[in-house]
Structures are given as structure tokens and as C-alpha cells.
């Protein structure tokens, strides 16, 4: 049996549905390669300082909206926990905060990672979706291997369920 080209896989969660069917794969990827697999919620503290900024929330929104965004990372995160669990993937998982490029791109370079998985890239609608799209960023510089997952027609979700 040959060895995969990846030995660790970082999937990137962000709450949205599409991240989720990014994790799926790459457990799916790791059960099939044997590669540790490690999936990273980034809480945006950055977006946050922009609307206080901008005066959108003010210091007290930004507190409870940030805790907020803590609880759906740790939910986030056990959920992937759980899918890893059920097909024997050891799985890291953590939440960090910051910028979500900077804090994956920093991950990426202190744990080795040599495949990111990421969910599918949202529709960019304007030049500045495209600027601060943290997924689009993410896909053009990568230090690594990207694998984007696109899942129009639910075949990973089925695929996960059959392994």
C-alpha cells in the first residue's frame, strides 16, 4: 500500500453548513490515509473589533456576541469530535481567536500541516467579498495543498454514512 502524500490534515470550521461537510471529508480522508486529522474554529475577534470600530456594537455587544461565538465553536467543534469518533479518526480540535487567515495560516506552519480542507467558497458578490472573503484568502495562500469541498448533490454526506 502506498503512502498518501499528506500525513496531517487541517479542516477549517466556521459554522456554516458547507465547513461541516468539509469536515466530514476529511475525515473521511484521514480514516482512508491514516493522516492525523486536526479541525481549527477560528473566532473572528477581529471582525468584532471592526463593527465597534464602526460603531455597529458597542463594547457591550461585542462582549456578548463574543461569548456567543465561543459557545458555536465549542458546539462546532464537539460535533466534528463526535463524526471523527464514529468512523476511529483521532482527531485534535481547537478554538482559537483572532483573525481566522493569520491564525490558520500560523497553524498551519507550527503543526506541520501539509493539506488544508476547506468548505466551499462563498459566491463573491463584490470586490470587497473578494478582499475579505477569509476562505477565499485562505485558498490562494495556503502553504499547502488545498482540497475545497463541494457537496451540491449531498454525495459526501451519503458516502460518510455507507464508511
Known sequence: MSKAPF???LVYLDGSEGSMTASMYAILLASYS???LHAVYVVNTKALGDLVKSRIFVDQE?????EDLKKDAKRHLRHTERLAASKDVDITAEAIEGSPHKELLS???S???DLLVLGSVNAIRSR???LTSETDRLLRTSPCPV????DTDDSIWAQFEEV
Open 7 to 9: 500525513r496531517k490534515i
Open 34 to 36: 491514516k493522516a492525523s
Open 62 to 66: 461585542k462582549n456578548e456576541f463574543l
Open 107 to 109: 497553524y498551519i506552519k
Open 111 to 113: 503543526n506541520g500541516i
Open 128 to 130: 470587497r467579498d473578494e
Open 147 to 150: 482540497v475545497v469541498v463541494r
